[in-house]
């Protein structure tokens, strides 16, 4: 694991030193320089922490916070570039699968013609006390696929490890371990976190919003953790370029032990982040923008983790009276964000 996250550049640096290095010594020690350098170049091939990623057409990425990153996903190197013969050996399983979820919708959505508009229902206020409504299991193969890991050896920036495994009880386990050893590359200056998000999308990559979220109080979620405090993050990506970081955040605190709790959070309690980064603009988290959910493990504690996960959903409590729960200002006419 630690030689596939070596730095390319760095070991070939090294071979060039050790190639000059050696041609100026006596032939006596040429089966030395010979053996170094052979060395150098079996160590050299096996690493690939700049090695350029390649995702599918229809594939989702992350997105850089502001306009000054040289490419969608922010990373130096980064080709997204796909050569015609990759397109077209991609064709036919891209038609097959992003149209048998066309049909799916159409369906859905002709099914959904009737008198009694669920959505309208709720926005007029038929949404129970106590109401609870479990969106996201992890019961079938199916579900669990919507669910995609990352971690920051994925992005050749660390050590640690994540995965997210079904059980036998039909939970799903997000599991691995975090290490916050930096890598000696001269640019990763932190390193150390795990993470989980949604990927649930309508045909042809279209966002699928949580709008129908927008009568409920709380995020609900089952889980059963190890004492550790993740991060749940409702992630809002608009279609400008500096809105595309931003995501509301939450801790999500764990008991330990063997027994299930259930968080009930308020999505007046969410702030406002850009990359994770918490931001001195705060409004609540317009639940029509949000299009994905994520849990991230991020504390700064070595070693390993596991988070099991029954469901996640959205519960009502009539109650809960409060708009927003964190300061904000008026800001002055002329302002970094406009009028």
């Known amino acids: 694991m630690i030689t596939s996250f070596s730095t390319k550049f760095l070991f070939k640096n090294i071979a060039k030193t050790s190639c000059a290095f050696y041609s100026k010594e006596s032939t006596s020690s040429g089966s030395l320089a010979e053996k170094k350098e052979s060395e150098v170049q079996n160590y050299t091939g096996k690493s690939n922490l700049l090695e350029k990623k390649k995702t599918g057409i229809f594939g989702t990425s992350t997105v850089p916070?502001?306009?000054?990153?040289p490419n969608p996903k922010g990373v130096d190197?980064?080709?997204p570039e796909f050569s015609v013969k990759e397109l077209v050996e991609a064709l036919p399983n891209t038609r097959k699968t992003q149209g048998a979820k066309l049909a799916q919708e159409i369906k859905e959505t002709m099914s959904s013609f009737s008198i009694e508009k669920t959505e309208l229902l709720e926005d007029i206020g038929f949404v129970r006390h106590n109401e609870a409504r479990v969106e996201y299991q992890f019961d079938t193969p199916e579900k669990l696929d919507l669910w995609k890991t990352g971690c920051d050896s994925d992005w050749k920036e660390g050590f640690s490890t994540c995965s997210l495994v079904p059980s036998d009880r039909g939970t799903a386990i997000f599991s691995g371990n975090i290490s916050t050893k930096v890598l000696k590359d001269g640019r990763v200056e932190r390193a150390g976190w795990a993470s989980i998000k949604l990927e649930d999308r309508k045909a042809f990559n279209r966002k699928k919003f949580f709008s129908k979220?927008?009568?409920?109080?709380?995020?609900?979620?089952k889980i059963r953790g190890d004492g550790r405090s993740y991060k749940i993050m409702l992630h809002s990506p608009l279609s400008m370029d500096f809105t595309w970081g931003d995501s509301f955040s939450y801790p999500l605190h764990t008991h330990g032990g063997p027994y299930w709790q259930y968080e009930k959070i308020p999505f007046s309690k969410f702030f406002?982040?850009?990359?994770?980064?918490?931001?001195?603009?705060?409004y609540r988290v317009n639940l029509e923008d949000t299009s994905s959910i994520g849990?991230?493990?991020?504390?700064?504690?070595?070693?390993?983790?596991?988070?099991?996960?029954?469901y996640i959903g959205v519960y009502n409590d009539t109650t809960h009276v409060e708009d927003f729960a964190y300061e904000t200002y008026t800001l002055p006419v002329f302002n970094t964000h406009g009028f």
């Open 272 to 282: 406002h982040t850009v990359a994770g980064r918490i931001q001195d603009r705060q």
């Open 213 to 221: 979220w927008r009568n409920f109080s709380h995020l609900l979620l």
């Open 295 to 310: 849990i991230v493990l991020m504390d700064r504690i070595d070693g390993d983790f596991r988070l099991e996960i029954d």
């Open 77 to 79: 190197g980064y080709d």
């Open 65 to 69: 916070i502001n306009t000054n990153f």
